[in-house]
């Protein structure tokens, strides 16, 4: 089930860093009442072998705003919505409860008002769909260097190992979830990706690159809708892989 939270400043304009993405991971698990379920997703999450899977995801904040590049902030100057989607039913009960009684909330410092919650169930039933992203798809490996260092390279779209680490996390989420592997193979193609869509973005010490733009996913219906609502590539909890169908 996604949500999509229309929140705005109780004072106006609200300001916040430009990498925000952090923000909302830490409004996200303090929204959450289940202590016990709040400290498994922190925690531990989803297992399969030494990989864990919160198995949520959410968007950018979307809405009018201004970017102060020399001061790296951005300034939300009306109503702004944030999409929320998990495959935990228990997951999007408690933040729709939250935000729909409490009706204020507290970002960066800022006393935020929400407007309105909206949840959408979504059933795709189709073996192809095209997809936008909400926040950047971002895929990667890690290796250690002759020195002993580790070092983490970011891939891209037209890199022939995109697609392979893309149905690889697919196939990992989906295993952590079902306890079994899945069905069917998964394929991505980009559709309209520019050097423009590239996106780095600093999570609290790290920088990270992902791609926003359009792609062509094609799998099993089911194995689809599984991928709508915990997202695309890696780094999902912390902002990354969220997409909606271009149709919709």
């Known amino acids: 089930m996604r949500l999509t939270v229309t929140m705005s400043g109780r004072q106006g304009t609200v300001s916040l860093p430009l990498h925000y993405q952090h923000l909302l991971q830490g409004l996200l698990y303090r929204s959450l009442e289940n202590e016990q379920l709040a400290a498994f997703l922190h925690d531990r999450g989803f297992r399969h072998g030494k990989r864990s899977f919160k198995l949520f995801t959410f968007s950018r904040l979307f809405g009018t705003h201004q ?28 933040l729709g409860q939250r935000f729909l009684l409490q009706r204020e909330i507290e970002l960066y410092g800022q006393l935020i008002e929400v407007k309105s919650v909206r949840m959408q169930s979504v059933d795709i039933r189709e073996h192809e769909i095209d997809v936008v992203m909400l926040s950047p798809l971002t895929v990667y490996s890690t290796y250690e260097t002759m020195d002993g260092r580790k070092k983490t390279q970011f891939f891209d779209p037209d890199d022939e ?12 989420k989906y295993a952590a979830y079902y306890g079994v592997p899945p069905a069917e193979r998964l394929s991505i193609q980009p559709i309209y990706v520019h050097r423009r869509h590239r996106v780095v973005t600093l999570f609290k010490d790290m920088y990270i690159t992902g791609w ?35 149709s919709g």
């Not at 190992?161 to 990992?172: S, Y």
């Open 212 to 246: 926003m733009g359009h792609y062509r996913l094609c799998s099993s219906p089911e194995q689809l809708t599984f991928l709508y609502h915990v997202g695309l590539g890696s780094r999902n909890s912390q902002g990354f892989g969220m997409f909606r169908l271009a």
């Open 161 to 172: 190992v995109f697609p392979h680490l893309i149905e690889l996390n697919f196939c990992h």
């Open 67 to 94: 970017v102060d590049r020399e001061r790296k902030t951005i300034h939300f100057l009306g109503n702004f919505q944030w999409h929320i989607d998990t495959a935990l039913p228990e997951l999007t009960q408690q």
